[in-house]
């Protein structure tokens, strides 16, 4: 009777473990991810960032459309709250956003550790380019730095497989 005490009370730590252990699909979501946009609030791309090639979109026809239809919904449907997420079936827009612009992801999955990355990026962007963004004259020169920011949080610790 003690032994099955025992045993029983020895599994506890490993149940709690299912919940904070990730999915399979987190471990491999560097595959999951296609292209990456920063939008100007007003409907400009700033950076775009392919993860694939051979899908490459325009960026001025992506920032304008997808502004437009964030617009739209938001006056359709009477609603203040910001878009979070396009679900196409095979691909998803995951939304971010930080004061004076919104970051776009394409990817193929849904992922937690996807908008993790997304926020790690917006705060980071944010950080340096607040002033910037503020009074914005148009140049997109002085984001080239984004892409650095970019690589750093999605492809620095990715193993190309």
Known sequence: MAIMLVTVVSL????????????????????????????????????????????????????????????????MIKSQQSLKIIDHEDLKLIFEYGQNFFVVLISQKDLKILRTKLKALTGEIERVFREVLADWSGNLDVFKPINTMIKNIFLKDVKKA
Request: proline residues 6%.
């Open 12 to 75: 506890i730590p490993f149940l709690g473990m299912k919940e904070s252990t990730p999915a399979s699909e987190e471990l491999e979501w560097y595959k999951e991810i296609v292209h990456l946009y920063v939008i100007n609030n007003s409907g400009i791309f700033i950076v775009d960032f392919p993860f694939k090639e051979g899908l490459e979109y325009d960026p001025d026809l992506f920032s304008g459309g997808i502004s437009g239809i964030k617009t739209i919904l938001q006056e």
